[in-house]
Nanobody
Framework: VQLQASGGGLVQAGGSLRLSCAAS????????MGWFRQAPGKEREFVAA????????RYAESVKGRFIISRDNAKNTVNLQMNSLKPEDTAIYYC????????????WGQGTQVTVSS
């Protein structure tokens, strides 16, 4: 599975951004998909994940209620709608393919930068 993330940018605090991740490979629909982020000087952290069917979703506590993960298996895409953005959301965001919502990623996409100004 090859992953290509897009949609990052610069936004003011309180604003919104929508990240997308396009996947190639016939087995996309068999993978859970996740978003992770890494801020400068910090470890990469989990943000959100969605099962292959879309019926199981998890969020990090820090984004719960503000971010929404979704997927379209017909289009081989997974999206992350980010609302009410905060400066602490500033990071490089990575999409990933994993065998289950709680599993570590098997494949990583390249990152997309999200910068939230105060």
């Amino acid at each position: 599975v090859q992953l290509q993330a897009s949609g990052g940018g610069l936004v003011q605090a309180g604003g919104s951004l929508r990240l997308s991740c396009a996947a190639s490979g016939r087995t996309f629909s068999r993978y859970a998909m996740g978003w992770f982020r890494q801020a400068p000087g910090k470890e990469r952290e989990f943000v959100a994940a969605i099962s292959w069917s879309g019926t199981s979703i998890r969020y990090a506590e820090s984004v719960k209620g503000r971010f929404i993960i979704s997927r379209d298996n017909a289009k081989n895409t997974v999206n992350l709608q980010m609302n009410s953005l905060k400066p602490e959301d500033t990071a490089i965001y990575y999409c990933a393919a994993q065998r289950g919502v709680g599993n570590p990623p098997d494949y990583w996409g390249q990152g997309t930068q999200v910068t939230v100004s105060s």
